[in-house]
């Protein structure tokens, strides 16, 4: 390959989108030719992160006054929900590539019983390809959309699926303790986000109902060939970034 790729990103306000910037920034194939932040348009990159300045990144704009002709490729890193509304609004001739959970789960019905919401965009879900890829290389490379997996399933898939394959762990009684930093929760205020409130201090939170179980249970059972259950303890700690999931597992006789 030697022409860049013209590339739009949604939400690129977020930090999501600040974190993608600077990664594409650096990428010799990525021609960066639209920006959306639908709160922040009409600023500069560089007004809502100083450190993306010098650039020579587009104004930030909203999403309605896009023009996709010459763009090849977005990345959404719009939040959950957001994505399912705007994708459909994308000509077909441009790739997508969806940093929300919105096209992971495979199920309909499984998506509306933990976001609490029907899916707009339902005839898309099978279609989409899961990017976990060091899994799946090869389907991403001829997909039109595709579905990043998110953080404590990729950092809980990654170290499974290999063991899962081979029959080394049995596929019940597999517990994982997780912990993440503040940044993963997105850029909005919100109190229990608070530097007051997390800083000095660990905690458990959506025990039993974190939306990311569905998404892990479904890559381990897709490798498993039977539905594997877990034990999935997040924890919020002090600092920006960073995840760290320790998994304990039963080992089989293979092993």
């Given amino acids: 390959m030697t022409t860049p790729i013209n590339i739009a990103i949604l939400g690129a306000s977020g930090y999501t989108g ?8 650096n990428h010799p194939h990525a021609n960066i030719v639209a920006l959306t932040g639908d709160s922040k348009a009409g600023l500069e990159a560089a007004e809502v992160y100083p450190h993306l300045r010098d650039l020579g990144l587009p104004k930030l704009t909203t999403i ?11 990345f959404c890193c719009l939040p959950h929900g957001a994505s399912q509304k705007a994708i459909p609004n994308i000509p077909d001739h441009v790739v997508i590539i969806d940093l929300s959970a919105d096209y992971r789960l495979k199920d309909e ?9 029907p899916h707009h965009d339902a005839a898309r879900l099978k279609e989409a390809v899961y990017g976990l890829s060091e899994l799946a290389a090869r389907d991403i490379r001829k997909a039109q ?12 898939q990654l170290p ?9 762990v049995k596929h019940e009684n597999i ?14 205020v919100k109190l229990g986000n608070l530097y007051s409130e997390v ?3 660990i905690g458990a939170y959506g025990i039993g109902k ?20 877990i034990s999935f303890t997040p924890h919020l700690v002090p600092m920006n970034r960073g995840i760290l999931s320790t998994i304990y597992v039963n080992l089989t006789e293979e092993a």
């Fill in 18 to 25: 600040a974190e993608l910037l600077r990664l594409l920034e």
């Fill in 64 to 74: 309605e006054s896009l023009d996709w002709t010459n763009i090849e490729a977005v």
């Fill in 109 to 117: 019905a499984t998506y509306e019983q933990w976001y609490n919401e």
């Fill in 145 to 156: 959309l595709i579905a990043c997996p998110g953080c404590y399933p990729t950092s809980v």
């Fill in 160 to 168: 499974l699926v290999p063991l899962l394959e081979k029959g080394l």
């Fill in 175 to 188: 517990i994982v303790d997780a912990k993440s930093g503040v940044t993963g929760a997105g850029r909005s």
């Fill in 199 to 201: 800083n000095e201090g």
């Fill in 210 to 229: 974190h939306r990311h179980m569905p998404e892990i249970e479904q890559g381990l059972s897709i490798v498993a060939g039977e539905d594997v259950v």
